[in-house]
């Protein structure tokens, strides 16, 4: 008993505060500048069609609900002979509605004034952004402590969490799960084949993106998002849910 005792008090808290930057290997957002030669053969690149030629100063857009982070496109740049666009190690932040205002990490420093209960629905994914979900329970970002909590029916749930593109087997499913929420509900698309739906191209297997099929709120980034994007998304949406109580 007292092995245990000196044990608890000893070990150091493994929960940490969350950081909305990766390691310095890391590929989070874009940035920086290009040659006018290079966005046709950096947008020729990028295989799902995230990268866009734009006419805002930057003369590119990434679609980042798309974007995998596979950095192709900066490899091309480079063998042009231009470094200037590069990763940052910083997350692509989730977006909140259709119009793409990103959600501030302001959301990190408030306290939540109610519950979030979340119903999980794998549409049809790789499972790595399941694998990077299975991570908020454990005691280093410990979800709990937000008050968001992971429900095992939809009609207890205010959130639906959908990884992966929706798949025609699962497009019932996903109609089904949506429709037996109560309202006021929200849906939020986690990662680039829910977000963008275009990670796996055009097949008779495959519907595309969630909002396809539901009407999407809140759109996380990522190939796939790291916990921290999943947490800021979340607590974005229990914002949200409170104004709409």
Known sequence: MFKVLERLFNDKIATEEISLSGSE???GKLSGSLSAGCFHECAAACPVGAFQISSNTEGYNIDYKKCVFC?????????????????????????????MVEATADVLKERLGRSLHVRHLDAGSCNGCDFEMGALSG???????YGVHFVASPRHADLLMITGVVTRNLEQALRMTYEAMPEPKLVMACGACAAGGSTYGASYAIVGAADKVVPVDIYVPGCPPRPSA?????????DILKERM
């Open 139 to 145: 005691p280093v970002y410990d979800l709990a402590r």
């Open 71 to 99: 950095g192709r496109c900066v490899e091309k740049a480079m063998l042009l002979g231009g470094s200037g666009l590069r990763h940052s190690n910083d997350d692509a932040m989730p977006f909140v509605f259709p119009d």
């Open 25 to 27: 290997r890391y590929r």
């Open 230 to 238: 999943m947490i800021a998304g979340l607590l974005a949406a229990a």
